[in-house]
């Protein structure tokens, strides 16, 4: 038998950046969506967990062991193994949650096969802040690290999007330690359109000041007429938004004619 999940790329649609915690880390508030594309696992029960990784990005996960699909399947109880196939597609450190959505992938492949653990949340918590969201991959906002979730109005479900990145990874922990430490305030009330419309993502400055192609990239998403434009995470990726799917498909287009050592995705938002 052979199981295929999509870990579906994560974007923060709004970041706002509030107090530092007592542990050090910041008080976080997002809104958190989901693309209809990502990596893609394929599973089959083995004698033994094992995992190969395949697809573009591949080489940029050197270390199995460390990999949060390797660490996801050992931190759930299960009678048996998974073999796992990753294909990689989406860049690594690229504010896509990429080895967080890698993880809720394999949560809902073991739901799939065994059930989870009824403390399944925690679990995921430790392996990672957005693992969690990622779990379900459904716009949701996340509060504390990023963990502690409520439901949203997802008004825009179905939304075209385009992804683009630089090809540059940047660490989030650089990108918050150049944050400029100001609390601009809480994220706005009302459904997912009006939250990305009126929010803001607070590390955009200290990414560019780190990875000015950051900037080049939101410039050249604003010039396709896009409705809404941002960098997602701590970058480098950037978004998109549109109304119709040509313009997306059109802006995509353009994207690649005058950036083509640029990454890019083309989706739905979920």
């Not at 906002?141 to 997802?154: A, M, Y």
């Not at 396709?224 to 998109?240: E, I, K, N, P, Y």
Request: glycine letters at 10%.
């Amino acid at each position: 038998m052979r199981l295929n999940q999509t870990a579906y790329a994560k974007i923060n649609l709004a970041l706002h950046v509030r107090r530092r915690r007592e542990d050090g880390y910041h008080e976080l508030e997002t809104l958190f969506a989901f693309v209809d594309a990502g990596d893609r696992l394929t599973a089959r029960r083995s004698d033994r967990d094992e995992l190969i990784i395949v697809g573009e990005f591949a080489p940029q996960l050197a270390d199995p062991f460390g990999n949060l699909v390797s660490r996801a399947l050992t931190a759930l109880p299960r009678p048996d193994g998974l073999s796992i196939t990753l294909e990689k597609n989406l860049p690594v450190a690229a504010g896509l949650g990429g080895g967080s959505a890698d993880a809720g992938a394999v949560f809902r492949l073991v739901r799939e096969t065994h059930g989870l653990p009824e403390d399944w949340r925690e679990r995921a918590a430790r392996l990672g802040a957005d693992v969690p969201a990622c779990v379900e991959s459904v716009a949701c906002i996340g509060r504390g690290t990023g963990t502690e979730l409520d439901p949203v109005d997802n008004d825009l479900a179905g939304r075209p999007v385009l992804l683009v990145n630089p090809r540059v990874p940047l660490a989030t922990g650089p990108v918050f330690a150049a944050w400029d430490g100001i609390d601009r305030g809480p994220l706005p009330d009302g459904p997912a359109s009006r939250i990305a419309a009126a929010g803001r993502n607070d590390l955009e400055a200290s990414a560019i000041s780190l990875c000015p192609q950051v900037g080049e990239v939101l410039a050249a998403l604003r010039e396709t007429g896009a409705d809404l434009v941002r960098m997602s995470g701590s970058g480098a990726t950037c978004f998109a938004l549109f109304r119709r799917p040509d313009a997306m498909a059109e802006a995509g287009e353009r994207i690649a004619r005058e950036h083509p050592g640029w990454w890019r995705m083309e989706g739905k938002l979920r």
